[in-house]
């Protein structure tokens, strides 16, 4: 293998558009590493499977992943905002089994698109309340009901025959902040890290996950710089947790990781990282020929070892989508589990025709998920004879229900609320992700902002729920 070939196995590029441009067709041709599809470049299943189709048919040996955890983060239904629960839902319901089924019958949709790692479980604890890039994405904030949705969520893929990646190493639960946004250093000490946010990772390690993904996460008793790209955290990974699969980076266009995509990408290879994601942005001829330049100075000058990156390749090569080692059971619980993962605050008012208006908040930040729309698509959907209003576009007082995303981080959500509830209080809050403490009865929290959840509360304000 050339050291051009071996560079460029070591990145994972995302594109634009429904089909995969000229300078990714050529990177693939020269030994891409991967590629990392997002909602932009998906229209439908049978779409999606002529990419990856494609993906393979250039580069046999590159991998195509995708985050699909469920909940809001969803690649594959865009459209509704995940067709499968999120992690909070989950964590809340606590029924391992239906997590490992779940996973998957998930996992069978990605495997049937062609995919070949699926970018979670989120093994993060939901332990920091300041920190929004957490939130429903993750089980829950006690490491054992974590670990043991982690674990089923990485078998139940597996059974699909599709690799998992936990993430982020060694715990973004453990930060105040956003890493696409920030530095995010650990607020919990080495030694809570250890015994708490540790946890999950080697249950996942010990359910034989396929990799995992270091976060721009500091721990300032491990070192100054973020785990993606520490060698002595990811030495910790390898030996403490005897991890000997791949380690897949965050993305190092992300502003945690503290330098440009050049030198992250080469501080990830040196550190001990197999696979780099350079970001959501799609790379042109001349940054990918900047970032292989970068690598080979690296090696020139020493900061990067031969033997570090034969390394790497042995591991890319020694990778293998796991085979379907069960009939995977495609009975659909998913709308049981949206229902089940409902809870009410206070009395609300009940009966057909209950909803006439809704007000569907609009977060004052999405993180980049892509949710306003999605969630305006799904109570259209649930309630189809209500007049649906996005607050910002008309006043609507007289709402039945307001539903709000994560309100617990978004003030403005909560104002909207008490406008309304001003002029109508028993209008009703369907929260969709984590709620905020000032709202006040009535509230139902979903856990969840697709069409599966509207259509349970639909239900069960309609009085249909089984």
Same mark, same amino acid.
């Given at each position: ?174 930060? /105040? =902040? ?11 000490? %080495? +030694? $809570?890290? !250890? #015994? ?100 080979? /100075? =690296? ?11 034969? %390394? +790497? $390749?042995? !591991? #890319? ?150």
């Amino acid at each position: 293998m050339t050291t051009d070939r071996s560079i460029l196995g070591s990145l994972v590029a995302a594109f634009d558009g429904l089909s995969i441009p000229s300078q990714i067709e050529e990177a693939l041709a020269g030994g891409l590493g991967g590629v990392v599809l997002l909602a932009r470049n998906v229209e439908t299943h049978d779409q999606l499977r002529e990419v990856t189709d494609a993906i393979h048919c250039h580069n046999p040996q590159a991998l195509v992943m995708v985050d699909e955890e469920g909940g809001a983060v969803s690649r594959l239904d865009r459209v509704t905002g995940g067709g499968f629960p999120s992690a909070q839902a989950l964590g809340f319901i606590d029924d391992p089994d239906l997590t490992r089924e779940l996973a998957a019958i998930r996992g069978g949709y990605l495997r049937a698109c062609g995919v070949d790692l699926c970018l979670a479980p989120v093994a993060d604890l939901r332990r920091q309340p300041e920190n929004p890039v957490v939130g429903s994405r993750s089980f829950g904030e006690d490491s054992e009901l974590v670990a043991r949705h982690v674990k089923a969520t990485v078998v139940g893929t597996r059974l699909a025959g599709v690799a998992a990646c936990v993430k982020h190493f060694p715990g973004h639960g453990a930060t /105040d =902040a956003d890493s696409h946004e920030s530095w995010a250093t650990a607020a919990a000490s %080495e +030694a $809570a890290i !250890r #015994r708490d946010h540790l946890i999950p990772f080697r249950t996942a390690v010990d359910a034989g996950v396929e990799a995992v993904m270091p976060g721009h996460i500091v721990v300032p008793e491990w070192d100054a710089r973020p785990a993606s790209i520490s060698s002595k955290a990811l030495v910790l990974l390898r030996a403490e947790l005897s991890f000997d699969g791949l380690i897949v980076s965050d993305a190092v266009d992300m502003a945690g990781v503290g330098s440009g995509v050049e030198v992250a990408t080469a501080d990830a290879i040196a550190a001990g990282a197999d696979l780099i994601l350079l970001g959501n942005r799609e790379p042109d001829q001349e940054t990918i020929e900047s970032i292989v330049a970068s690598i080979r /100075d =690296a090696l020139a000058d020493g900061f990067l070892s031969r033997e570090r990156l034969r %390394e +790497a $390749a042995y !591991r #890319r090569a020694a990778f293998g989508r796991p085979p379907v080692t069960a009939e995977v059971r495609l009975e659909d619980r998913r709308a049981e589990a949206a229902r089940r993962a409902i809870s009410w605050h206070g009395e609300a008012i009940r009966g057909p025709s209950r909803v006439r208006t809704v007000v569907v908040a609009r977060p004052s930040w999405t993180r980049g998920l892509e949710i306003d729309d999605n969630v305006t698509d799904s109570v259209r959907a649930a309630f189809p004879a209500a007049r649906v209003v996005v607050d910002g576009e008309e006043l609507a007082s007289d709402a039945d229900l307001i539903v709000t995303n994560d309100s617990a981080f978004d003030p403005t959500q909560v104002v909207l609320v008490a406008r309304i509830r001003s002029t109508k209080p028993s209008t009703l809050v369907a929260e969709t992700g984590l709620l905020a403490g000032e709202l006040t009865p009535p509230v139902v929290q979903l856990r969840g902002a697709s069409e599966l959840s509207m259509l349970a509360l639909a239900r069960e304000l309609e009085g249909t729920s089984p």
